[in-house]
């Protein structure tokens, strides 16, 4: 483990900290003093991987671009490792996002960067059989494996993509001893970071900018090329003349981004991308009232519903250290493809303690007995391919009267089934690597002592929502792309179908979920769109 007492963090690698001397336009919305009114040829709202790699892309052909982001700039020099402060700034809702009943918690990032700036910097290009399914089912042209290649390429490139080359930390190391003794194939994952070192802090902000985070890389690069940021900036809606968007309106958020100043800022530009996430995007189309014929908006939003296993070792395995994600093992994600029960992806995730405490489900002395195990304590997490069966079509964004976003998602049987079978393939790889003891997410479980005793917890367990844990860090579809008006928001090049001069660059274009962890699909797959886009100005 690095020696945290020899690092000075963010002050030598922040690039926050000459933006004057680099002349970047930066402003935080919280502290105008009167409405703001800008023009340019992109506004683009949003930047997480979609944003962030639309700016810079645009901005190197020489575009005026600027990019509106409702939470605040974090960066660095702020970044000091701590749970309260990183949830309360720098996810959506202080990590409080959920499903409309409750049945699950998404966790979504906030500030400039968006969820990269908070992610476990896994990186995975889209799998070919989704790039497959969308073809022959979902109506998408133009995203098979080859037309996709040299776009990924550029942006792993770009962001330093690589396969992981240090051993794994004992958490992940656990999945890959299980998987070699039960037979099951796994890999190493490549991670976007450079001079990483090793902290296991990621998903709170990296503290020396390894990761290779838009906050970090594209959103920098765009400000080089002379783009305008606008941060605590929660776009309302777009601006319309007839059937062509000229713009966006956006309210100024107080510096907590927990209510308005009641100053405005107008965005007028020949190009509008909406890039605020799958969550977001629909929200601002439907706020914005937009045509909407065949009532596709918002639907088909997909989460990679997420459940999970905990067990405890005689082996020191300190989940909070080291790279978050480094081994995976796909044997139950493509055994069937839209046919079958749902399939899912094996992974683990970083405990971080207040972090790991709500994974268990529990209160009292049970919490307080398990909490002091954490150092030997190892997780599983099984992230299940949503929107490739019938069974399994998604949620639905909707706008509460407030104009805020909920996400209507309900967890049936299918699901359900998936969660069951999980518990037992999690489980049972913990008891054959050793564990002493092992607990599926569940409210009414417990820890069990053998493989034998945990097999049949599981099948009296009442499996439903709100019983068992079920969350996600992955949120996609709900503007999904194709070729057919009638099934789609927006065309295969992200131009929405109903209006000119508006286009998405995001997850929500995805009509399914991935079956991987996303940010990769979507730099590559919005590099290629804003790629396409230039031939617009060009011409």
């Not at 396969?163 to 998987?179: E, F, G, T, V």
């Not at 998604?394 to 209507?408: C, F, R, S, T």
Request: hydrophobic share 40%.
């Amino acid at each position: 483990m690095t020696d945290l007492s020899t690092i000075t963090f963010g002050t030598n690698t922040d690039p926050y900290n000459k933006a004057a001397e680099r002349g970047w336009a930066i402003t935080d919305a919280s502290q105008l003093t009167s409405s703001l009114e800008l023009e340019a040829d992109v506004v683009i709202v949003g930047t997480g991987a979609g944003g962030g790699t639309a700016a810079e892309t645009l901005s190197e052909a020489g575009l005026s671009v600027v990019l509106l982001e409702a939470g605040p700039l974090k960066t660095s020099s702020e970044f000091d490792m701590q749970e309260r402060a990183a949830y309360r700034d720098l996810y959506q809702e202080g990590t409080g996002r959920g499903t409309k009943d409750g049945g699950m918690v998404i966790l979504q990032g906030r500030s400039v960067g968006g969820s990269t700036t908070v992610n476990w910097t896994t990186s995975f290009r889209t799998p070919p059989e989704t790039l497959k399914f969308w073809a022959e089912h979902m109506g998408v042209s133009g995203c098979s494996v080859e037309e996709m290649a040299p776009y990924f390429e550029h942006m792993e490139e770009r962001l330093n993509i690589h396969k992981w080359p240090q051993a794994p930390n004992n958490n992940n190391a656990m999945l890959q001893r299980a998987a070699e003794k039960l037979g099951y194939p796994w890999a190493t994952i490549r991670r976007n970071v450079r001079g990483c070192l090793n902290l296991g802090y990621c998903g709170l902000g990296c503290p020396v900018d390894a990761k290779q985070s838009m906050l970090v890389t594209t959103i920098p690069g765009a400000l080089d090329n002379k783009a305008k940021l606008v941060h605590r900036a929660r776009v309302v809606r777009i601006l319309r003349d007839g059937d062509v968007v000229v713009g966006v309106e956006a309210e100024a958020l107080t510096s907590d981004v927990r209510g308005a100043t009641g100053h405005r800022i107008t965005v007028r530009a020949t190009r509008t991308i909406l890039a605020g996430g799958a969550i977001n995007t629909p929200a601002i189309l439907l706020r914005s009232d937009v045509p909407d014929p065949h009532g596709r908006i918002g639907k088909r939003t997909f989460l990679h519903p997420t459940t999970l296993s905990m067990a405890i070792y005689d082996e020191l395995i300190d989940p909070y250290y080291g790279a978050p994600q480094s081994i995976y093992s796909d044997h139950f994600q493509w055994q069937n493809v839209h046919t079958g029960p749902v399939g899912f992806k094996l992974e683990v995730p970083p405990l971080q303690p207040a972090f790991a405490a709500g994974f268990y489900a529990a209160a009292g002395e049970q919490i307080t007995q398990s909490m002091s195990k954490l150092n030997h304590t190892q997780c599983m997490i099984a992230l299940m391919r949503d929107g490739f069966h019938e069974e399994s079509q998604g949620g639905a964004v909707e706008i509460n009267d407030k104009g805020q976003p909920i996400l209507d998602y309900p967890i049936n049987g299918f699901l359900l089934e998936g969660v069951r079978r999980a518990f037992n393939i999690m489980l049972e790889m913990q008891f054959a690597t050793g564990a002493k003891s092992a607990r599926p997410a569940h409210k009414q479980a417990k820890h069990y002592l053998s493989w034998n005793e945990a097999k049949a917890a599981v099948a009296e367990l009442d499996v439903a929502a709100h019983k068992s844990t079920i969350g996600s860090a992955h949120v996609m579809g709900g503007c999904p792309m194709g070729n057919d008006p009638k099934k789609s928001v927006t065309n295969v090049d992200g131009k929405f179908h109903h209006l000119d001069n508006l286009y998405i660059m995001d997850g929500s274009l995805f009509p399914t979920s991935i079956g991987a962890n996303p940010q990769l699909s979507i730099y590559g797959l919005t590099y290629k769109l804003s790629t396409a886009l230039l031939s617009h100005f060009q011409a």
